[in-house]
């Protein structure tokens, strides 16, 4: 069993009388320890895959798996719980809360977890070591630099040891130089053996994964699959 | 949930936007601090009255005074004897129920002089020494007048504070207390010796009045003209009481029947007939059988002819307590309003609060913060709130109160009670908690996706 599996699921808005379907039709597996990209132009449906996939939204038709949950019909509680505890989101925007410092930042999914607070301290600190920042801890967000800023928020992704982590357009708000360097940081956790799905609409940035797969108005258009032609590059 | 990192962040949200915070505390501090004064008003009118109550005698006191024979009975009217020792002698062997029992007997002129000064008193009247306990008196110089006194129909009287001023003249008059004990005065033409004074009697608030008065020098008077009583002046509720209190003048029962109650110097056989028998009770609880086990009594000794009643306190009592209660509901109703005003002061802050912090809350709940966490979250920064607001307005309220007490220094002192704090710091609290359901509910509901996508 994969540790995501995706069945038959759609995605339908209903805007002013007119259906519009942000997804349709989509099946697909991740196995634990992928590295995949998800690509797509802006309004593919790359982002709804990611947010249905992230147990944000929930699909109109289908089903989904996700470490042996079926989480298409689970209740918001659970939906929490599983956000929490099983996935790691990275956003474009950081999305770090700006009253609280880095460590607080770093902390709050154990919080939310229900750990005590010298294990929330020690384990925020060794994430903050893993992306580089432990001298850090004590800043506000906005005393950061954008890549400090995207580390904190990969920290705070790892901290709950997730099953899988989601980047969303990670490196979108960064200068190349910088948006490089998370790039490798990414890399190097794929390398730990973590599951990792990066979301783009830039194919420079998709081709640093394995596997890729395109999303074009709501369906897979094409995937890049290693396993599938045995070695990297091959187009299915 | 965190409990502790919940309080937290509500202090710290509150702190961020100092300014906002106070204004919206503004109303729960005002709120609190009127509930507090008001209550601490109305306690200090109620102590004004109770004190004033306790000063006639209280509850327990009964008085049984002389009335006109019922209409049923009035074929019998010359048959009856009226209220005299007689009644006394028959209550003081078998009234169980009765702790003390003093006679008085009223004249209605009283005109003493001494000189050229003369006054009128208020209460003019021959009792027993038990008088003083009955009628919670205290002697401030020399002494009450004895058994002694009484059986030898001595020439001796006790007065009030108030006679000696109209007759010797006042401590401010005077620039010193004139204490007129072995003095002779004449009542209705007939020479009495003073032998005791009762103390000055004032409520709280007259001896605040006088003792502010005797600090700040006397003004000159500008009102021209001869000289005049200037009228009543009595300030506080139940201050009457003192005013009478202080007009009195007591002489030896005995001494009143022979001097003033004979008919005629020709026929010098006096009126056995009294005007008051004062009754303590063993307890107030006992107050329906000793009235019933009086009337029994008397109605034995009066051959059956009704030509009596009783006198309590109880509609008294009953006043204030309705007065009081009238007051608390006025009062209530004030505080409760701006409590209601500062808990939509609440709602409506915590409301922007949450439309400024979607993207916080979507955030939030990205990470795996439930609907129910979040609710928690906002439902504390409103209870922190009005936490802080409860605080602020009790401390408000005891400046409050001392600026009421100094500007209207002439009512009785305000008296801040704990349970009056308690329960406006339990409203304050429960106002936040209410003006935060709504926010926190809106905000427990938003999706985290719809929160995340505004940008």
């Known amino acids: 069993m994969a540790l995501v599996e995706v069945r038959n699921v759609s995605k339908i808005y209903h805007l002013g009388g007119e259906e519009i379907r942000a997804l349709d039709n989509v099946s697909l597996d991740i196995e634990s320890g992928e590295f995949i990209s998800i690509i797509g132009p802006s309004g593919s449906g790359k982002s709804t895959l990611m947010h249905i996939l992230g147990c944000l939204d929930s699909p109109t038709s289908g089903t989904i798996q996700l470490d042996g949950v079926m989480i298409h019909n689970a209740s918001p509680r659970q939906l929490a719980a599983i956000r929490n505890r099983k996935i790691g989101f990275v956003f474009q925007f950081f999305n770090l809360l700006p009253k609280l410092n880095v460590l607080q930042n770093v902390e709050l999914p154990m919080v939310y977890a229900g750990l005590s607070s010298r294990e929330r301290r020690k384990r925020a600190e060794r994430a903050l070591e893993l992306v580089g920042l432990e001298n850090r801890a004590k800043h506000r967000p906005n005393q950061l630099s954008g890549g400090q800023q995207q580390r904190v928020a990969i920290a705070r992704a790892l901290v709950n040891e997730p099953r899988i982590i989601f980047a969303d357009e990670p490196t979108g708000n960064l200068d190349s130089h910088t948006g490089e360097a998370i790039l490798e940081l990414f890399k190097e956790l794929s390398r730990q053996g973590r599951t990792i799905v990066l979301v783009t609409h830039d194919p420079e940035i998709a081709a640093v994964t394995p596997r890729r797969i395109e999303i074009r108005d709501g369906r897979i258009a094409s995937q890049v699959d290693p396993r599938l032609a045995g070695l990297a590059g091959a187009t299915v | ?455």
């Open chain 2, 1 to 455: 949930m965190n409990l502790g990192t919940d309080i937290w962040l509500g202090f710290r949200e509150i702190w961020a936007h100092k300014f906002r915070s106070l204004l919206t505390m503004m109303g729960i501090i005002l709120g609190v601090a009127s509930l507090v004064s008001m209550a601490a008003l109305v306690k200090g009118m109620e102590n004004g009255l109770r004190e004033a109550l306790i000063e006639i005698g209280g509850l327990e006191r009964i008085r049984v005074e002389a009335s006109e024979v019922p209409a049923h009975q009035l074929h019998l009217a010359d048959q009856a004897v009226g209220t005299t020792l007689d009644d006394v002698e028959a209550l003081k062997r078998n009234a169980t129920f009765a702790q003390l029992i003093v006679p008085e007997l009223r004249t209605r002129t009283a005109f003493m002089t001494r000189g050229s000064r003369q006054f009128s008193a208020w209460l003019f009247l021959g009792t027993w020494p038990g008088a003083l306990e009955i009628n919670q008196h205290e002697i401030a110089h020399g002494r009450m007048f004895n058994e002694l006194d009484d059986a030898e129909a001595r020439n001796v009287c006790v007065i009030g504070t108030a006679v000696r001023d109209a007759l010797f003249g006042s401590p401010e008059e005077m620039g010193r207390e004139i204490i007129p004990v072995g003095e002779t005065i004449l009542i209705n033409q007939q020479p009495m010796t003073i032998i005791g004074m009762f103390k000055h009697y004032e409520s709280e608030d007259d001896r605040r009045l006088r003792e502010r008065q005797a600090e700040q020098p006397k003004p000159a008077q500008t009102n021209a003209g001869p000289a005049r009583s200037r009228g009543w002046q009595v300030r506080s509720p139940g201050g009457w009481v003192y005013y009478i209190k202080n007009t009195s003048v007591y002489i030896p029962l005995n001494t009143m029947q022979t001097r003033f109650k004979t008919v005629t110097s020709t026929n010098p056989v006096p009126d056995r007939r009294i005007s008051v028998i004062n009754v303590r009770i063993k307890g107030i609880e006992n107050l329906e059988p000793a009235l019933q086990q009086i009337r029994n009594i008397m109605l034995n000794t009066h051959k059956g002819i009704e030509d009596f009643t009783f006198r309590t306190q109880e509609d008294w009592a009953e006043q204030i307590t309705t007065a009081i209660r009238n007051a608390r509901l006025s009062g209530g109703i004030i505080a409760a309003i701006s409590l209601l005003v500062g808990g939509i002061g609440i709602m409506n802050i915590m409301l922007a609060s949450i439309n400024e912090r979607i993207r916080e809350i979507g955030i939030r709940k990205a990470i795996g913060a439930t609907d129910a966490s979040v609710f928690v979250q906002i439902l504390i920064e409103s209870s922190v709130i009005a936490l802080i607001g409860g605080v602020a307005g009790l401390v408000t309220a005891q400046g409050f109160v001392h600026l009421l007490a100094s500007v209207t220094p002439t009512g009785n002192a305000p008296v801040v009670t704990f349970s009056a704090m308690a329960i406006a710091f339990f409203f304050s609290l429960l106002t936040g908690i209410v003006a935060g359901l709504f926010p926190a509910f809106k905000a427990a509901r938003l999706e985290p996706i719809r929160a995340l996508r505004l940008d």
